[in-house]
């Protein structure tokens, strides 16, 4: 017993496992989605007590994103040399990271927005508002996720500048998630909000921003293969959500809590992938980590399309999810093959260009 007792004490996590395992981790996030959004719908899934919780905790896997985001944002701008101060290496850094969101996005949205205008009788200047994320910010529908990171994105080399800028970067972050937290009200019910109010759609995506800060201060730990003990981590990790839940703190909690919760199921899925012995486990969440973005857009539209159109009758919620599930891995799949064509397709000319 006391050997056991040992080995759990000297274990270690190696923070570079992060963007080691960062496929996989993706993987996870998307999962999680897909078990929260099993819960809405027109035909989301007739669950209750400890289940229904644990399915609506899936919605966290968006902090995991943000978070392994924010970590590979800051990979990405320290390769680069912290952001070009040439406004063509800017350039260049911008249209790489957007290209990766927006050209699946169009593929996926492109065709769903036709449907719906075409159900909805819409005109071409409501396809285009669709279409640019601009009614999830009057409206609050449409892919938030993908309105959220196009702003992010535009402000994350000046949040890397600020944060590397002073010696003490935990000291920046502190203040950059001060800020934010001053910037929200004290906790935003999404049931009851007013999803017409431009700044309240504004709250919903800037509460889930601290995961990507944090994942961006952690970025130089994760890179240098930081290690720490396993129960050191655990114990402050739960010292914070009791601190918090106790205290609350103001808003504290409310902002706090989400990018805790990412990094303690990173910290968990480690672990997991470490052992090596579930390996079928890890290549699932390898798979759904490479058509992550693909994955959560389509399972997305096709929920919003059921709702629009007319309703019919299901035995089993359970079964027609898991139904939705799979065809949408198959369409994300597709659109992830294309995605990537056009991608190596635009690569390999402008290699070819002359200098």
Known sequence: MGTKLEQLFSLRINLRDISKFRTELMGVATLMILACHSLIGSYSIEVKGVVRHLLALGNQGVDLFLFLSGVGIYYSLKNQGKLDSHFLGGAKWYVKRYKRILIPYFLISVPYYIIICILQKESIIDFFMHLSTYTYWTKHTGAWYIAMLIPLYLIAPLIGFLIERFKYRWIITILLLFCLMCFGPDSLDVRTYTRTSLIDNIYFIAIRIPSFIIGYW?????????????????????????????????????????????????????????????????????????????????NIFILSLLSKLPSFTVKNNFIFYVCIVLLGTLLAYAAHIISNKILNNEHSTLQKLPA
Do not use: D
Not at 249 to 258: H, P, R, T, V
């Open 218 to 298: 952690l970025g130089l730990h994760v890179m240098k293969g930081r290690t720490f003990p396993l129960w050191l981590i655990a114990i402050i990790m739960i010292f914070l959500v009791i601190t918090l839940k106790l205290f609350r703190f103001g808003n504290i909690y409310s902002w706090l809590i989400m990018p805790i919760a990412a990094i303690l199921v990173t910290l968990f899925s480690i672990c997991i992938f470490n052992l090596r012995k579930l390996t079928f486990v890890q290549k699932a969440c390898e798979f759904m980590g490479k058509i992550s973005l693909e994955s959560y857009l389509v």
